[in-house]
């Protein structure tokens, strides 16, 4: 016997029960659920990663369980440490190589505003390059700061409606950092 109970028709709709969600609720706690992490570790942040995937923090709780090398099956990129200007064109193109839909975090000082490092060979902030969806603050931060980038970036993909890719505005968003949209 099933305890699952549907909820009652409203008036005037047919049959028994009907599902409580939507297509994109449903997907959305999926996806939310299911992230693979991309690692682009530079600089003593990839050391704080390390530790959030290990066993005291270990972020396989929260449905980031296995770790992608490889850009193209990944869905959520990690950028952590100092970015040099020379490695700005490698980072879009990882990114690039993501498939959609895709997520950001900036992860420490270094990654989300070039950290101590003001100078003309240090890129002064990811977000000059790809679009960022999560910044987590710290030099460097702590795991448990991370694990809450992560879960911030959970709220966010389970309240993403599927049409938001395919919107004017994120296409315009991608047309601002020269990424080309060959989807529509």
Same mark, same amino acid.
């Given at each position: 016997?099933?305890?699952?109970? @549907?909820?009652?028709?409203?008036?005037?709709?047919? =049959?028994?029960?009907?599902?409580?969600?939507?297509?994109?609720?449903?997907?959305?706690? *999926? !996806? +939310?659920?299911? @992230? &693979? #992490?991309? #690692?682009?570790?530079?600089?003593?942040?990839?050391?704080?990663?390390? +530790?959030? /995937?290990?066993?005291?923090?270990?972020?396989?709780?929260?449905?980031?369980?296995?770790?992608?090398?490889?850009?193209?099956?990944?869905? /959520?990129?990690? %950028? /952590?440490?100092?970015? +040099?200007?020379? /490695?700005? #064109?490698?980072?879009?193109?990882?990114? %690039?190589?993501?498939?959609? #839909?895709? &997520?950001?975090?900036? %992860? =420490? *000082?270094?990654?989300?505003? =070039? =950290?101590?490092?003001?100078?003309?060979?240090? @890129?002064?902030?990811?977000?000059?390059?790809?679009?960022?969806?999560?910044?987590?603050?710290?030099?460097?931060? !702590?795991?448990?700061?991370?694990?809450?980038?992560?879960? !911030?970036?959970?709220?966010? %993909?389970?309240?993403?409606?599927?049409? !938001?890719?395919?919107?004017?505005?994120?296409? *315009?968003? @991608?047309?601002?950092?020269?990424?080309?949209?060959?989807?529509?």
């Amino acid at each position: 016997m099933s305890n699952v109970k @549907l909820a009652e028709a409203p008036p005037g709709v047919e =049959g028994s029960g009907f599902f409580a969600t939507t297509l994109d609720k449903a997907i959305g706690l *999926a !996806r +939310a659920n299911s @992230l &693979w #992490p991309l #690692p682009f570790a530079t600089s003593c942040c990839g050391i704080e990663f390390m +530790a959030t /995937m290990g066993s005291t923090y270990d972020l396989a709780r929260f449905g980031a369980e296995r770790p992608s090398f490889s850009p193209r099956q990944a869905d /959520m990129l990690l %950028v /952590m440490g100092t970015i +040099a200007k020379k /490695m700005a #064109p490698v980072l879009k193109q990882v990114y %690039v190589q993501m498939a959609e #839909p895709r &997520w950001v975090i900036a %992860v =420490g *000082a270094c990654a989300s505003s =070039g =950290g101590i490092f003001d100078t003309y060979s240090v @890129l002064q902030g990811i977000d000059e390059i790809i679009p960022v969806d999560v910044y987590v603050p710290g030099c460097p931060p !702590r795991p448990e700061a991370i694990l809450d980038g992560v879960l !911030r970036l959970q709220e966010i %993909v389970k309240n993403e409606s599927l049409n !938001r890719r395919n919107t004017p505005e994120y296409k *315009a968003l @991608l047309e601002k950092y020269g990424i080309a949209t060959d989807n529509g």
